[in-house]
């Protein structure tokens, strides 16, 4: 049966590729804790008209998620924070939001809570008031969403892969024409500045279009990110926050920022004004479902997720490291694979697919399984019947 | 279950199936296209612009170029769905389900299996066709008396080349470690063998052999299982484990079991001519491709009508375009001039062609389509089923695993083999022409020819050194061109792209690799335009490779070894080999084409590495730039 009801946060941390191992030891040290663990990378924005045929390459960066208890997640948080060394610019980043429900397969290891957690005294203070951005957006067409976000004052986008699951998947055989795998950007910025990266994001990659992509936002309480935007050459030319800092300090307030400056045609820009764009609806009050489950039932928990009402999924694998690991080959850690697959959907289906996983899941043979959901409250997508101004309003019956 | 679900599964008819079907058919198709047409519009633009003659057989040309995109997008489609995540899946399952000498087992089986699919060795008996057994008694036999022994040399050293690939990945040694001791073994037992007169012409077949072992099946294969180990196993060690790295061991251990069995043969004597020759050695009628230009007929002469005789008369002028040449008669020396009594005059007409764009002949009626499509057929049977049933047979009952359910391979190696007779047919009817017509006529430049599919000759375009500088120029673009529309390379740029999560773009690695490829090419013409050995030609770019690898980042080693291993393929090998039959005709003392396909597997190995040791210096010095501009900022940014 599955379990429910556990109060546990799903912290994220994005680090630095090489040295990961050391540090998923370090912090895994209480029994049957254990994370999953996969590739991304950073973005970093072209500055010189060459590099357009050699182009920087991205930092290489590890995503590192782990399902722990909300009592230990101050002294991971401490221990994550130290052992990568993310105060230092252009490390990582690491947030740790709570999830509203968490349901647990009977073999899931659920990592225990301990009573003898120490005490969380952290020497460094972790930034308040943080929203992050996820958006995904088809294969290869990342670049003019970082742009954008970049532009507007992010730090460069993390970016992994992830392969779109749902629709195209119940077509049989015409599933093998669906695309390569999607690009997810995950962005991290200040609640006053999230709006507007958001609105930017939004805007380059289209959304409100039909097929483009998919975006959300989510509120994380605490966190940490010093993420590269650009590898500059000049001397002391600083970076997109250093001068967004300088002037938030210079003139007491970061009211300026919603200031935008736009194009009104034929060379004019104007500033100040609201965008006189289309009117793209967002999607409020949804609901974030991550479920994770061995790679190898990843297909038939989504088939099964499918059925009981959830539009699509986003699936990424990854590996799976534990506490104690039994060594593999000629000294070799040999790591099994799991896989999270990420929906957003409305509350009413959410509650539906979450039902149908407590009561149905462990006789459909998942034993080994677990689910959590976080709220989000606002989402750009394609919503059908949204108005368009770009076209004339079509003309009024007398 | 809270009533119907939003999202059943549907039957779809068959206007609907097409509506979705055709945006795929045509990303893929023009996907392809993307990667051939620079290549096809090349040949045709020089055939046409450079050197001025018609394309024979255009029709069918046109239509094998056609049959070619079809055949690349069902192959490379094949390789997506179905033979890489076949290869994935068995190597992420390896490691957990069976125990070392199993695994070393497989690998090695695999690694032999694959080159009796893939028969490059049959190439190079082409480029080989010309050798004369009294010139090069040693690599005669080779490739003739001991052809099976050859094969069975190559597919050894691959097999174990997979075995120490594999077993890297275990114990996480860096690719470096493995690539720089077999060079410098291999260079030094060549410079050995450079000065060993039987020996030296065995050289350029040796590392001929390592450039075409790995074929557009092998190679994906090899990566994905690459790719499949390491995914599950992880250790300590930095960023050197990310899969590749078979590809390189795989085109380096090849050419020294080549030259170990050039050596036990040179030992044991019995080549041909040799004490211990077994064979028969009455100079058989070699198959004298290397026809000696027939230089004492005249050029072609078109006759003079008695109308422009009787014009010659009235005006008593030389009209345009006649030549007059003047022998005979007194000349005696007179103030300073020389005057010549009663010499004897001829004017010809010579020969004007019109310029035309295509000849005569649309479509060579001595190739049989269904010639053709059997050998295309048979051809990618051998390639690609035993290896697969072979994979399938071992992730089923070694390794005692499932496919994951609604998985596609079935589909994809349906793919993957109609895609392989496709192309394999294409080629045969549209590149392979256009490649020889080219290889034939690219010495017009330098040399008197009889271009293809004309019968007259046509005399030298741009004088002696100009032409051969116009003839490397031009094995430069076909090497560039050739190598973006290599599927193997293709699919290398896409595992690049996906292990890195994008980092290292597809396009950059396929123009890097292509640049480099194109370099090596146009060097091979220039040793086999101006005679220079081919150990001198080789060692230089090696060293400077060792050079560089020894200060490159693991991450740059490990995929610009492979790009090398990766280049020739099936696309470039025909072009650059009928190229090189066709310059080396023409250039007296050139017996065989081997060595090209060597120097074009090293170019692509320095623009790699060049390519990530500078983005690496640009990077250190401004991430140094940034943390000195944060150290001064720092304390005024006390939040």
């Known amino acids: 049966m599955f379990s429910k009801d556990h109060a546990v946060s799903m912290v994220t941390a994005v680090l630095p590729s090489a040295g990961v191992d050391r540090i998923t030891d370090a912090v895994l040290q209480a029994p049957d804790s254990s994370a999953i663990i996969w590739q991304a990378r950073g973005t970093l924005l072209r500055e010189h008209w060459w590099q357009r045929f050699v182009p920087p390459i ?70 308040e008031n943080l929203n992050i951005i996820y958006c995904t957006v088809g294969h290869k067409l990342s670049d003019r969403v970082s742009k954008a976000a970049i532009s507007a004052g992010a730090h460069g986008p993390i970016v992994y892969y992830g392969e779109g699951r749902g629709l195209r998947d119940r077509l049989g055989w015409l599933r093998i024409t669906k695309e390569h795998e999607q690009e997810v950007l995950m962005v991290i910025a200040d609640e006053s500045d999230a709006d507007q990266v958001f609105d930017a994001m939004a805007k380059a990659g289209e959304l409100h279009l039909p097929g483009r992509g998919f975006m959300y936002r989510m509120v994380i309480d605490r966190g940490m990110f010093h993420l590269a935007s650009r590898v500059s050459h000049h001397h002391y030319q600083a970076n997109m926050q250093q001068i967004i800092n300088a002037i938030d300090h210079l003139s007491g307030h970061s009211h300026w920022r919603d200031q935008a400056v736009f194009d009104v045609g034929s060379g004019g820009r104007g500033v100040g004004i609201d965008d006189l764009a289309a009117e793209r609806p967002l999607l409020r009050d949804q609901v974030r479902l ?29 590996r799976f490291a534990a506490n104690e690991q039994s060594e593999g080959i000629a000294g070799a850690r040999v790591n099994a694979e799991y896989g999270m697959l990420r929906c957003v959907t409305n509350q009413p289906k959410a509650a539906q697919v979450c039902s149908a996983v407590e009561s149905g899941a462990e006789s459909a043979g998942f034993a080994d399984v677990a689910m959590v959901t976080n709220p989000v409250p606002t989402v750009a997508c394609y919503v059908p019947g949204g108005v368009d101004h770009r076209k004339p309003a079509p003309p009024v019956a007398a | 279950m809270a009533g119907v679900p939003d999202n059943p599964r549907y039957q779809l008819g068959l206007r609907d199936s097409l509506r979705i079907l055709w945006p795929y058919v045509k990303r893929n198709f023009m996907n392809q296209v993307e990667g051939i047409w620079f290549i096809v519009v090349y040949l045709i633009v020089f055939q046409l612009l450079i050197l001025q ?42 490691p957990k389900n069976s125990r070392m000498p199993v695994i070393l087992v497989f690998a090695f089986l695999l690694g032999a299996g694959a080159t009796f699919a893939e028969p490059a060795i049959a190439v190079l008996k082409a480029a080989g066709a010309g050798v004369k057994p009294a010139e090069a008694p040693l690599l005669y036999s080779l490739l003739n008396d001991f052809s099976g022994q050859l094969v069975s040399a190559v597919g050894v050293g691959v097999g174990v080349a997979v075995m120490l690939g594999v077993l890297r990945f275990f114990f996480m040694w860096p690719l470096k470690y493995l690539a720089i001791p077999a060079v410098a073994g291999l260079l030094s037992l060549s410079f050995y063998f450079s000065q060993v007169p039987l020996l030296s012409d065995v050289l350029g077949l040796a590392w001929d052999c390592g450039a075409v072992t790995t074929g557009p099946v092998t190679v994906p294969l090899v990566l994905a299982l690459g790719i499949g180990v390491c995914r599950v196993v992880s250790g300590d060690s930095g960023g050197g484990n990310s899969g590749f790295g078979i590809v390189t061991l795989a085109s380096l251990f090849p050419i020294l079991a080549v030259l170990m069995l050039a050596m036990y043969h040179h030992t044991a004597g019995d080549y041909w001519g040799g004490p211990n020759y077994r064979g028969d050695t009455t100079v058989a009628a070699a198959v004298d491709v290397t026809a000696e230009p027939v230089i004492e007929i005249e050029k072609s002469l078109e006759p003079i009508t008695d109308a422009e005789f009787q014009a010659y008369l009235d005006s008593g002028e030389l009209p345009d375009g006649y030549e007059l040449a003047m022998h005979g008669g007194n000349a005696r020396l007179v103030n300073g001039k020389i005057e010549v009594l009663e010499p004897e005059m001829v004017i010809t007409k010579p020969y004007r062609r019109d310029f035309t764009f295509t000849s005569s002949e649309s479509w060579d009626t001595t190739i049989a389509l269904d ?39 079935g589909v994809g190696v349906t793919f993957a083999f109609v895609g392989m007779i496709l192309f394999g047919a294409g080629i045969a009817l549209g590149l392979t022409p256009l490649g020889g017509q080219l290889g034939s006529n690219v010495p017009v430049a330098f040399a008197e020819i009889f271009p293809w599919g004309l019968n007259h000759i046509e005399g030298p375009l741009f004088g002696a050194d100009a032409g051969k500088v116009v003839a490397i120029c031009f094995a430069f673009f076909l090497g560039y061109g050739a190598t973006l529309a290599e599927p193997a390379l293709n699919a290398l740029g896409d595992t690049v792209e996906r292990i890195t999560v994008g980092a290292f773009r597809k396009k950059l690695l396929m ?117 000195e501009t944060v150290e001064t900022l720092a304390p005024a940014d006390a939040n």
């Open chain 2, 371 to 409: 010639a053709t499509a059997k050998t295309a057929f048979t051809d990618a049977l051998r390639a690609i089923i035993p290896l697969c049933v072979f994979l399938y047979f071992v992730l089923r009952i070694v390794l005692r695993q499932r496919l994951q359910p609604r998985n596609d391979v």
């Open chain 2, 511 to 627: 123009q890097s690799v292509a640049f480099g490829v194109g370099c090596g090419i146009a060097a091979g013409i220039f040793k086999m335009a101006y005679g220079i050995p081919l150990f001198w030609m080789l060692a230089p770019p090696y060293l400077l490779v060792l050079v560089l690898t020894w200060i490159s980042p693991d991450e740059f080693v490990n995929f610009s070894w492979d790009s090398a291993g990766v280049t020739t393929g099936p696309i470039t090998v025909p072009l650059v080999l009928a190229m090189g039959l066709g310059v080396g005709a023409n250039i007296p003392g050139v017996s065989d084409g081997f060595g090209i396909l060597a120097l074009a597997s090293v170019g692509p190995i320095l623009t790699v590495l060049g390519v990530g040791l500078y983005t690496q210096r640009v990077q250190r010095r401004a991430q140094r730039k940034v943390d």
């Open chain 2, 53 to 94: 003659l018609p394309i024979a057989y255009a029709g069918m040309i046109a239509f094998g170029i056609f049959v070619v995109a079809v055949g690349l997008m069902f192959f490379m489609e094949g390789l997506r769905l179905g033979l890489m995540p076949l290869g994935e899946e068995i190597g992420s399952v390896l």
């Open chain 1, 58 to 127: 991205s930092p290489a960066k590890t995503m590192v998620h782990l399902l722990a208890p909300n009592d230990e997640v101050p002294h991971l948080e401490r221990t994550l924070v130290e052992r990568a060394r993310l105060p230092q610019q252009a490390t990582g980043a690491l947030y740790s939001p709570p999830c509203a429900h968490a349901y647990f397969g009977s073999e899931f290891n659920v990592w225990p809570s301990r009573d003898d957690t120490p005490a969380a005294q952290s020497g460094h203070k972790l930034t």
């Open chain 1, 290 to 318: 991550s479920a994770i489950a061995p790679r190898e039932q990843c297909p038939e928990l989504m088939e099964f997720l499918l059925d009981s009402g959830a539009p699509g999924f986003t699936v990424t694998y990854g």
